[in-house]
């Protein structure tokens, strides 16, 4: 028997990272105003932990689109996999070649090109799409927060949210 309804306790698992994070520095707050000597430093880490929980986990719950859409998304060993309805593959990240946003699709989806393959579109509802922030984050130069504000951006068009660059030749000057 549950006192949660399951409406408010889905709410705090999308939140579950926020609350943590806030959690902790509260906690690390109270020890800083009210203890001194090594209790004191020890709080003074929760509430540094506590801010960097709760920035991640704000980034994480702007990432959270919804649930319910179709398909699953898995993220192993380095390896996208989305098994969708009617279409579906695997993408490597050290393979990846560019990341795209789809706005013109409902929902919208996620494009992972990777050479010689076929795009993979992934929408960003998928079940299990919470384990493509941290895959993203491990992409070398990507910005999160323009992740972040491009997902919430209306409209119906396509960016490119990330692209590896090709390793550039050397210029050799004369003069």
Known sequence: ??????????????????IAGVGIGVLGVSWVVGTAGLIWWLGWVLVAIGAAGTIIGLQRLRFRIGVGGPGVVQVDEGQI?????????AVALSELERLRLDH??????????????????????????????????????LRTERMLSELRKPGSHQVVIWERHASHTQVHRLH
């Open 1 to 18: 028997m549950s006192f949660i309804r399951p409406e408010a306790r889905a709410a705090i698992w999308r939140c579950r990272e926020l």
């Open 81 to 89: 996999s989305y098994f969708g309805p009617l279409t579906g593959g």
């Open 104 to 141: 013109t699709a409902t929902p919208a989806h996620w494009v992972l090109d990777m050479p010689g393959h076929p795009s993979l579109h992934i929408p960003v509802n998928a079940e299990g799409v919470d384990a493509l922030f941290d895959a993203f984050t491990t992409l070398s130069g």
